[in-house]
């Protein structure tokens, strides 16, 4: 089953794509985790997403589209996967359609930007292995501290509430036409965010028919 997970930064995406990953054994690809890994890398193309991640704009179609190329060719692609992250506008859905990619089902989180602004405040991510936490919902043992290998948790810059709001503005703008354009093709779903993870997780099973 070929999935992606769809909604504004701060919805959850990447959580419930490690979920669903573990239930039905099919590779996440985070389009995020696969950049924020190039930017720790300082690699030439990290360098360049980095600059405009900072600022709270997308990163042109013309970078995603080279990262995701070349991962979906991987073996473990072959039986399905989940995609999150991407695509984010118009021209990445139809580069999906021109590679000969058929996604099954899309999955649009839906949370206020109020939460969203709440939720990312209070985000923290290891700088050694990225593992995400959360200071209200998802705490870790020790608030300055990785619980999985003890590495250094810190906020990301553009999880601040200014650089927030310019990514939700620029969602709005961009990236909500995908939800006209997957619902006409037939194959999205609409999912309601929860407070609690698990009550999201019951709605996203529920959505792609796993019980």
Known sequence: MNIVLFGPPGAGKGTQAEIICGRLNIPSISTGAVLREAIKNSTPTGLLAK???????????????????????KPDCAGGYILDGFPRTLPQAKYLEEMGITIDVV??????????????????????CGAPYSLKYGPPKDTSRCDKCGGRLVARQDDMPEVVASRLKTYHSQTEVLIDYYREIGILKTIKGQKEIKDTTSLVFKALGIT
């Not at 600059?51 to 060719?73: C, H």
């Not at 999955?107 to 209070?122: A, F, G, K, N, T």
């Open 51 to 73: 600059g405009y991640m900072d600022k709270g704009d997308l990163v042109p179609d013309s970078v995603v589209t080279a990262i995701i190329k070349e991962r979906l060719t």
């Open 107 to 128: 999955l649009s989180l839906e949370v206020s930007d109020e939460e969203i602004i709440e939720r990312l405040s209070q985000r923290r991510l290891c700088e050694d």
